[in-house]
């Protein structure tokens, strides 16, 4: 078989998994993960041969090529060779723009339902790993997609791609501005900029963003994550600037009413309000006053029926940690947590490592592993949050 044809299989597994495989524990996910989505099993020591990290002394069998192959969304090892053999020769690739309109479309004519973004998430799922193949589709792909009203409530704000929020898709919020020149729209993105810059500390550029929102009112009407995101700016430039945040979180429990008050007409909101500042606290570390809205953000979650494994657990277990009061729960399986959520991968991991819940040792030195995704990532700041 060729080599370029595995070498090509490798990096679809790999985009498909969310990260490279470096290790017999990355392995074991893979394993796991394949028999989620596919429900096919593949042997561990099978991928442990196949990437290289023990030695292999034949090459995979085609039963073990074709679920793997499934597991990247295609139906057979030939259609991968046929990916391969169009990248070799790009004159036979169809036509990008034809592409593009296709890609489009579906964000287009596809409605917006407000907190139905579970029901929207395999769409961009499929959208961002095809993108990360054919990377010289993206930009022309965001720029149209921001026109679209679905594309800035799913694509850009509701499911943020934080693996990239250093890369093309904080690039791309250039475009998103630019279709969404609102009071919401200028909040959103100028906010998000200011976290990628509070992550890979650029005090500069987090100025310049902060002072383009530091004259807008956000009124208690807008949407749960837009206020979320709007708080959680404050808090990384009053970090940067050495600021009292008494007065922002007074504002926060503000809107904070004004969203509980609203829930009882949408019972199956998701508090995304509540995830975000939890965030912006524990990073910024204000360790109390984040726990305290994982509380209300759990606490609805319960209340209103919808599934408890969520990025609460995550935020949860960095905040005991950084609390001194670790948890004697029921036993979780984190890496299978965040790998469900595909935008958000290294950075979850990274964030589940200072907490030592991956590793189970001590959060107190960084493993090969945590820095290397914070140099993919560029989130220099989060190595300090180990000290």
């Known amino acids: 078989m060729r080599q370029n044809l595995l070498s090509s299989l490798k990096k679809e597994l790999e985009n498909s998994f969310g990260r490279k495989v470096i290790s017999s524990r990355d392995c074991n996910q893979m394993v796991e993960d394949i028999y989620k989505k596919t429900g096919e099993t593949v042997n561990a020591n099978t991928l442990r041969r196949f990437f290289g990290l023990v030695k292999a002394d034949y090459p995979p069998s085609s039963s073990t090529l074709t679920i793997l192959s499934k597991y990247c969304g295609f139906n057979s090892i030939e259609e991968v060779e046929h990916i391969s053999v169009k990248n070799d020769n790009p004159d036979t690739a169809v036509n ?3 592409v593009l309109r296709y890609m489009t479309s579906l964000f287009k004519h596809t ?17 961002i790993i095809f ?6 589709l993206i930009d022309k792909f965001q720029r149209e997609i921001a026109k679209t009203v679905t594309g800035q409530y799913y694509y850009y704000e509701k499911l943020v791609n934080m693996d990239r929020l250093n890369g093309y898709y904080g690039d791309g919020l250039r ?23 509070w992550l ?13 929102i530091a004259a807008i009112t956000a009124t208690s009407d807008f949407p749960d994550h837009i206020l979320g995101r709007f708080i959680a700016a404050k808090l990384y430039h009053a970090y940067n600037m050495g600021l009292p945040i008494d007065f922002i979180l007074a504002e926060a429990k503000r809107y904070h009413a004004g969203i509980i008050a609203r829930r009882e007409d949408s019972p199956f909101t998701f508090p995304d309000y509540e995830l975000i500042i939890c965030e912006a606290l ?42 001194g009061s670790k948890s004697k729960g029921k036993e979780r399986n984190v890496d299978n ?19 030592g819940e991956v590793s189970k040792s001590k959060p107190s030195a960084p493993n090969q592993r945590l820095i ?12 300090s949050l180990l000290v």
């Open 96 to 98: 990008k723009e034809e």
């Open 111 to 127: 409605q917006v339902v407000a907190n139905q973004e579970r029901i929207f998430y395999p769409l961009v799922e499929q959208t």
């Open 131 to 136: 993108l990360e193949r054919n990377p010289s």
């Open 175 to 197: 475009h998103y501005l630019r279709a969404n020149d609102t009071e919401e729209g200028r909040i959103f993105a100028h906010s998000m900029q200011i976290f990628r810059f």
């Open 200 to 212: 890979t500390k650029n005090k500069e550029q987090l100025k310049t963003h902060m002072s383009e």
């Open 282 to 323: 524990l990073l910024t570390g204000h360790y109390d006053e984040g726990a305290e809205y994982i509380w209300h953000g759990k606490t609805y979650l319960v209340a209103s029926g919808q599934e408890k494994n969520t990025l609460y657990n995550l935020w949860e277990d960095f905040a005991n940690v950084k609390r």
């Open 337 to 355: 947590e965040i790998l469900q959520f595909t935008f958000s991968k290294k950075y979850n991991m990274i964030i589940a490592l200072l907490s």
């Open 372 to 383: 290397e995704l914070i140099q993919e990532t560029g989130y220099k700041k989060l190595l």
